[in-house]
Structure formats: C-alpha cells, structure tokens
C-alpha cells in the first residue's frame, strides 16, 4: 500500500513493520479543532502509543497475548489544522484504503467527530451495519452553535446515513433535551450504564457487521481526568473492560473500532492514557479475528 500522508514513528507496543501481512492497522486521527470546551485530544493518539509500552503483552482476560496479533501502526495521519472538513477526507480515503486491502482498522482519536468519515466508509462495505456507541455525551445534536462539523453531531449524523436503530448507544449521561427526545425515539439507548444493557443487547447483533466507537469520557472523572469534556457520574474502567470483552464473547462480527478524546494535558497522573492503552490493547485481541 502506498501512503500520500507521512507519518510519526511513534508504535503501539508490539506492532508489526510490514503492513502487508497485518490483520489490523491502527491509525491516529489527531483532530480537536471542533470541541466545544477544552482542546488537546489531538495529542491523544501519540500519548496512547507511548503509555502501551507499560503494557503486559498478555491478557488474563483473554487468555491471549499481542505478540501473538499481526497488526500495523501507521502512525498518525497528516491533517491540516483548523480545516476540519480536509481532515476528515483524509481520514475517509485512508480508511476506504484500509477496507479495501481487508484490513481492520483501529482508530486512535482525536475529537470524536474523527469517527464519522470512518462510519461513512465502514458502512459502505457493510450496508447491514450496526453501531455500538460507548460515550457520556449522546452527540446527536444537527448542530452546535451554527456549525454542523462538530464533536456533538457524529451520531447523529450516522443515524440520518444508517438509521437510528441501528445504532446502539451506552453511558451516556449528558446531552440536551431535544438530544435525549430523539435518542428515546430514534436510537437504541441505554442511558448511564455500560455492561448490564450490553449483555442484554448484543444477542440481536449476533451474525452482523458492528463498529464499535468508545469516547473515554464515558468514564468518570476519577478514572479519566483527561479528557475535553469531563462528566461526573460515569463508570468505572473494570465496568468498560468488561464491555469490551462482552462484545468480543458475543457472536457479533466486529469489523472496526476505535477510541476517542484522549487529552493527556488534563492528566499529570497519565491515568487516561494508560488505561486508554490497555482498552486498545483488550479491543485488538478480542474483535480481531
């Protein structure tokens, strides 16, 4: 494959060098010219790759181990700042480029508007496609302050491409009234809890296409300080692992994820970013097959 865009030689732990025998690829989108509180979840990405190097290679969980998984970091796309709209093309040719040579892609945000080329392309592969959204923000608003391009309309804008009951949402604790209206009319939400609502749920995704997009904000505070917009109230990171790995147990066909809106700057503790790690590390060897 070859790349227009450069990329940094920063590496999640253990990844391979060539890209042609891969399974997966991770990416990083590092984007924030959207959010509506506070920037730097463009650094994101990069912090995310360093913190896995405190990683164990093995996962008790699992039972499996990364040294085990053929997959490929390309680094993070070369965006240009401020042009929100040119980002997200890139990120949608990098990853149609990315499904047509039949790999999985693992996308490193970022604001989480990074996700919505990605669900573009992804459903253009597999137009049965359904959405597990993991999130304290229900980011189903048309708009934000004038501006349709933002990090509180990527679900929303998903749901108007697939249908909204396609889509599944969890954790979410925050939004507006009109965002919650039409998440109770529209969207298959499961407000403020993570693993119980999943486990019920993801029986009817057994046999289908599913991309799964995780905001570490849904989270609380205590757990992930770094982040743009911190919501009190949120769930703990054993609860998210174990998300994770009651979708990879599940008989749905997971065909790409990614995690989002890791901003390191909030964190002197690097809490965010190292649990950030391992929930990269849990998704790669439970949904690559």
Same mark, same amino acid.
Request: contains cysteine; charged residues 25%.
């Given at each position: 494959?070859? /790349?227009?865009?450069?990329?940094?030689?920063?590496? %999640?732990?253990?990844? $391979?060098?060539?890209?042609?025998?891969?399974?997966?690829?991770?990416?990083?989108?590092?984007?924030?010219?959207?959010?509506?509180?506070? #920037?730097?979840?463009?650094?994101?990405?990069?912090?995310?790759?360093?913190?896995?190097?405190?990683?164990?290679? +093995?996962? =008790?969980? !699992?039972?499996?181990?990364?040294?085990?998984?053929? +997959?490929?970091?390309?680094?993070?796309?070369? !965006?240009?700042?401020?042009?929100?709209?040119?980002? /997200?093309? *890139?990120?949608?040719?990098? @990853?149609?480029?990315?499904?047509?040579?039949?790999?999985?892609? @693992?996308?490193?945000?970022?604001?989480?508007? @990074?996700?919505?080329?990605?669900?573009?392309?992804? +459903?253009?592969?597999?137009?049965?496609?359904? *959405?597990?959204?993991?999130?304290?923000?229900?980011?189903?608003?048309?708009?934000?302050?004038?501006? #349709?391009?933002?990090? $509180?309309?990527?679900?929303?804008?998903?749901?108007?491409?697939?249908?909204?009951?396609?889509?599944?949402?969890?954790?979410?604790?925050?939004?507006?009234?009109?965002?919650?209206?039409?998440?109770?009319?529209?969207?298959?939400?499961?407000? %403020?809890?993570?693993?119980?609502? /999943?486990?019920?749920? !993801? =029986?009817?995704?057994?046999?289908? =296409?599913?991309? @799964?997009?995780?905001?570490?904000?849904?989270?609380?505070?205590? &757990?992930?300080?770094?982040?743009?917009?911190?919501?009190?109230?949120? *769930?703990?990171?054993?609860?998210?692992?174990?998300?994770?790995?009651?979708?990879?147990?599940?008989?749905?066909?997971?065909?790409? &994820?990614?995690?989002?809106?890791?901003?390191?700057?909030?964190?002197?503790?690097?809490?965010?970013?190292?649990?950030?790690?391992?929930?990269?590390?849990?998704?790669?060897?439970?949904?690559?097959?």
């Amino acid at each position: 494959m070859k /790349l227009d865009q450069k990329y940094s030689g920063n590496v %999640f732990i253990y990844s $391979s060098e060539d890209y042609e025998s891969a399974k997966a690829v991770i990416y990083g989108m590092p984007m924030d010219y959207t959010v509506s509180f506070r #920037p730097g979840s463009r650094f994101g990405p990069a912090r995310v790759r360093e913190a896995s190097i405190g990683l164990e290679e +093995y996962s =008790p969980y !699992l039972d499996k181990s990364i040294e085990e998984l053929n +997959y490929f970091d390309a680094g993070d796309l070369l !965006l240009p700042f401020g042009n929100a709209a040119k980002s /997200l093309d *890139i990120i949608g040719e990098f @990853v149609s480029k990315l499904l047509a040579d039949g790999k999985f892609p @693992v996308g490193l945000g970022g604001e989480h508007l @990074v996700s919505w080329p990605v669900i573009q392309e992804v +459903y253009k592969k597999y137009p049965d496609l359904a *959405i597990i959204h993991i999130d304290a923000h229900a980011d189903l608003r048309e708009q934000y302050e004038g501006e #349709p391009l933002s990090h $509180s309309t990527p679900i929303r804008k998903a749901a108007e491409l697939m249908g909204g009951k396609n889509i599944y949402q969890f954790g979410i604790r925050s939004g507006s009234r009109e965002e919650w209206t039409y998440a109770r009319e529209n969207i298959n939400f499961h407000p %403020f809890d993570v693993a119980a609502p /999943l486990k019920s749920v !993801l =029986p009817e995704l057994a046999g289908r =296409p599913v991309y @799964v997009t995780i905001d570490i904000d849904v989270l609380d505070p205590s &757990c992930a300080p770094g982040t743009g917009t911190a919501e009190a109230g949120g *769930i703990t990171s054993k609860e998210l692992l174990e998300a994770v790995h009651l979708i990879a147990r599940s008989e749905a066909n997971v065909v790409g &994820c990614d995690l989002v809106e890791v901003a390191p700057i909030y964190d002197p503790t690097e809490q965010t970013p190292i649990t950030a790690s391992k929930i990269i590390r849990e998704m790669l060897l439970g949904f690559v097959k």
